[in-house]
């Protein structure tokens, strides 16, 4: 246990809100193209992950069996980001 004490690290919702957004922001400097899923996220999650995305079409809200189409969506839009760059 001494060893999980030393690596592990609780974070407050807060504070990992803030930390992600600031990953989403960097990869945005860099023109990294982010999609997110709020899979069955409550309000809160569902703001930080929309902040990540790169734009409102990168972003997907979904509940329980909607997940596939949401990834089928995002594989088709990379296929069409490979066959255009």
Same mark, same amino acid.
Do not use: K
């Given at each position: 246990?001494?060893?999980?004490?030393?690596?592990?690290?609780?974070?407050?919702?807060?504070?990992?809100?803030?930390?992600? $957004?600031?990953?989403?922001?960097?990869?945005?400097?860099?023109?990294?193209?982010?999609?997110?899923?709020?899979?069955?996220?409550?309000? $809160?999650?569902?703001?930080?992950? $929309?902040?990540?995305?790169?734009?409102?079409?990168?972003?997907?809200?979904?509940?329980?069996?909607?997940?596939?189409?949401?990834?089928?969506?995002?594989?088709?839009?990379?296929?069409?980001?490979?066959?255009?760059?």
């Amino acid at each position: 246990y001494d060893f999980w004490d030393i690596v592990d690290e609780y974070v407050w919702d807060d504070e990992a809100d803030r930390r992600l $957004r600031e990953i989403c922001n960097v990869a945005r400097t860099n023109d990294i193209i982010v999609f997110s899923i709020a899979f069955q996220a409550p309000a $809160r999650g569902q703001a930080v992950m $929309r902040h990540c995305a790169t734009t409102d079409a990168h972003y997907y809200e979904v509940q329980s069996a909607d997940i596939s189409d949401a990834f089928t969506s995002i594989a088709r839009t990379i296929n069409q980001l490979r066959l255009v760059q």
